[in-house]
């Protein structure tokens, strides 16, 4: 399927588990972000990474490790999961093209996730 | 440091009524501004950016106006339908060194229109 998806959708875990959320786009964007959505924060910024093999930090790191060894996919592990992680997460991706084009994210559907 | 701003949280109107969404900001050093839908269960789905430079953008009954001077802007949703039932996140994208532009993102307004 082409766009952006995201697995799993939901996912119940325990505390001191570790957890990996998936991330996988068809259009070749440089840009992909991780964010976390919780009530009453709007969706803060995790992790993004600018091309294959370049990430950096955003707004909320501690916790949370990315890679991305291939420019599709972008995986983020929870290494050692807290109760509050519990939340939605989003991944994103956006080209590097000049232009209103590039500023534009795309969006998956995101993962609810539980720790329990 | 930014903040972005959404008033109302949640609003209630019956079907028909044109209606206004509030985001402000505090730091009007902004590249563009940008407004989204989240509908249950899903993504986000942009529906109008604005260019620092620009007042207002429209698309189809969604008109969106920026006045950064005052950090603030206003998306206006004419005739509402159920349809259109959902949360409405405001973003503002600060200009930052190596081509990266970040998002800094308000909480939302969740909408609700009954017939």
């Known amino acids: 399927d082409a766009g952006i998806t995201q697995s799993p959708r939901y996912k119940i875990t325990e505390t001191g588990r570790q957890v990996t959320l998936m991330c996988h786009q068809t259009?070749?964007?440089?840009?992909m972000f991780w964010y976390r959505q919780d009530l009453g924060h709007g969706l803060r910024l995790i992790y993004y990474?600018?091309?294959?093999?370049?990430?950096d930090k955003g707004e909320v790191p501690d916790g949370y490790v990315v890679s991305r060894s291939k420019t599709e996919n972008f995986p983020l592990t929870l290494e050692s999961a807290t109760r509050s992680q519990t939340s939605v997460y989003f991944c994103?991706?956006?080209?590097?093209?000049?232009?209103?084009?590039?500023?534009?994210?795309?969006f998956g559907a995101g993962t609810r996730l539980s720790v329990l | 440091k930014q903040e972005v701003t959404q008033i109302p949280a949640a609003l209630s109107v019956p079907e028909g009524e044109n209606l206004v969404l509030n985001c402000s900001f505090t730091?009007?050093?902004?590249?563009?501004l940008q407004w989204f839908r989240q509908d249950p269960g899903k993504g986000l789905t942009s529906l109008l950016l604005?260019?620092?430079?620009?007042r207002e953008q429209t698309s189809g009954r969604l008109n969106a106006s920026l006045d950064k001077s005052s950090g603030r802007s206003t998306l206006y949703i004419a005739a509402s339908q159920p349809g259109d039932s959902a949360t409405y996140l405001c973003?503002?994208?600060?200009?930052?060194?190596?081509?990266?532009?970040?998002?800094?993102f308000g909480a939302g307004t969740r909408l609700a229109v009954h017939p």
């Open positions: 994103a991706s956006s080209d590097r093209t000049s232009g209103v084009a590039k500023n534009i994210q795309y």
């Open positions: 259009w070749s964007h440089s840009y």
């Open positions: 990474s600018a091309a294959a093999d370049i990430t």
């Open positions: 730091d009007s050093a902004i590249y563009n």
């Open positions: 604005i260019q620092s430079s620009q």
């Open positions: 973003a503002v994208r600060l200009a930052l060194s190596g081509g990266y532009n970040k998002l800094i």
